[in-house]
């Protein structure tokens, strides 16, 4: 919603409230995204990812709900390496 806001003069609702959005430069964007990224994540490298661990979570996650393709589909995507 908020992106909506920012990238284009649609009409958003929010909260009730219909607000048109800003329709900022691209280059202010990205900046602002990119500097809100930092603030929270911090500017160091990301961390490799455990796929087993994703694997066995997204296995769990399947337990509950198994009839939910996009969770096959993500668990194949993890446990060929793609």
């Given amino acids: 919603m908020l992106r909506e ?7 958003v609702d929010w909260w009730g409230v219909t607000l048109r959005g800003i329709a900022l430069p691209k280059e202010v964007c990205r900046r602002i ?9 911090g500017n160091r ?20 709900a198994p009839e939910d393709t996009l969770l096959k589909t993500l668990l194949a995507a993890f446990e060929n390496g793609a």
């Fill in 5 to 11: 806001f920012y990238e284009t003069d649609a009409p």
């Fill in 33 to 41: 995204y990119t500097d809100n990224f930092r603030t929270v994540v």
């Fill in 45 to 64: 490298a990301p961390k490799t990812i455990n796929r087993a661990a994703v694997a066995e979570l997204i296995r769990q996650y399947i337990g509950v």
